[in-house]
Every structure is written in structure tokens, then in C-alpha cells.
């Protein structure tokens, strides 16, 4: 795991990056040619994309805010943390309890960049950033930072929005949270706040075809690519 500021070489500005084509949909600035046209190929075939990337981030707001009110959760593992948007997690989480702990982890290195956004922490509380891969889940859990920022023997939330439609199953999605989850206190419960999106439609909604599905976009336009799953398989 790296922490140096990264540079131009490393951002790889000419390959679209989902989390920047993200940041697109959310309105950000901060994405680049490559990300807004892979991000316009998306929405021509799926012009609902953008609604889905506000609606997600208004699911972890809500996610946020229940776990800290009604669950008790001062701590959280926020994994594909992605570009700063306010509020970000810890900015919520923190509003209801302000001594609340939040491990920001992604491995795209324009996440780094801005993550000097992530580590505004209120004085009761604390804020950690991790570059990482979620796909190497012993890294993440071993971190000096994680270790330092988040007490284990106490409930954690395992934050996962709009991520592990990144994995693939060669990648072992489900071994990877099982890993994480694996991790985090059972008896003082901990929970999982996960969005992934699935290949069912909602009642009374068709598939998307070959030419209205956004994963053929993805895969061939971003890194990471992306994949569905069926409610079953999640």
C-alpha cells in the first residue's frame, strides 16, 4: 500500500476510471475527457445512470445515519471510498455521533489526491485513509491505519456502495466480504451496508438489452470493469 501524492503517470488520465466517470454523474469536476466520454457512451445507452449514482449516495446518507441513531455503530470500514463528495460518510456519521471512526479505503490514486477531504474528522472522532485494493482484503484489515483508527472488539460497519459489482467472480466477490465480515466483532453485532446492482429489473420494467445495458461500456471503456449479478447470487 502506497501513500505518495501520485502523478500524472500514475493517474492514467487518458483511460476512463469508474470512480471519476462516478464523479461525473454526481456533477463533480473532478474527471477528465476519457472518463466524461466512456461516462456519455453509458448514459446514451442508460440515461437513468445518473439518477442511480444520486440515489446510491443518498443510500449510504441513509445507511449512514441509521446505523450510528439506531444501531449504536461508531465505527466504520468505508471500502471504493471514491472521490469526496459532501457530505461524505464520515460527515454524516459524525452529525449524530460525533465521536464516530471512519477507515476510508480505494485504490485509485486520484481518491489520494483528494483525500485531505477524508481526514476532517470532528475532535471526538477520527478519520484514517488507506490506499487499497479491496480485492486484497488482509492488507486493508493489517494497515497501520486501520489498526490505529478502528477498535475491533467493538461493532464496525462494513461500508460497500456500488463496489463489488467491480470484482468478478474469478475474484472470489463473495470470499472477499465473507473475509471482511470475518473480521469484524459477531457478538457486539456488526453490520454491512452494501448497493450493488443486479440484472433484475423492478416489477413491471424490462431488461435492458445488449444495447441499453451499461456493463458493455464499462468493460471495454474503464478500469475496473463491471458486472451484474441476479438478486440470488448477491
Known sequence: ??????????LRTDKAHSARMY???????????????AAGKVAAAYPGIFVCARENRAFMHRATRVLARDH???????IGTGIPTKPNLHEVAQSVAPDARIVYVDNDPIVLVHA?????????????????????????????????????????????N?????????????GIV??????????APSHSATAHRTSTPRPGRKSPTSTTAPEPR?????????????????
Not at 500500500?1 to 501520485?6: A, D
Not at 475496473?224 to 447470487?233: E, H, L, N
Open 1 to 10: 500500500m502506497s501513500h505518495e501524492l501520485p502523478n500524472a503517470l500514475n
Open 23 to 37: 464523479d461525473f454523474y454526481l456533477g463533480g469536476k473532478d474527471n477528465y475527457e476519457a472518463d466524461r466520454e
Open 72 to 78: 449504536g455503530i461508531r465505527q466504520w470500514l468505508d
Open 116 to 160: 485531505q477531504s477524508l481526514l476532517t474528522s470532528s475532535a471526538e472522532g477520527r478519520t484514517a485513509y488507506i490506499r487499497a485494493d479491496v480485492n486484497e482484503p488482509d492488507a486493508i484489515l493489517q494497515s497501520p491505519e486501520l489498526i490505529e483508527t478502528l477498535d475491533l472488539t467493538k461493532p464496525v460497519a462494513l461500508s460497500l
Open 162 to 174: 456500488a463496489l463489488m459489482h467491480f470484482v468478478t467472480d474469478a475474484q472470489d466477490a463473495h
Open 178 to 187: 465473507r473475509r471482511l465480515m470475518g473480521a469484524l466483532p459477531r457478538e
Open 218 to 234: 464499462y468493460s471495454s471503456a474503464t478500469r475496473p470493469p463491471w458486472r451484474t449479478s441476479s438478486p440470488a447470487s448477491t
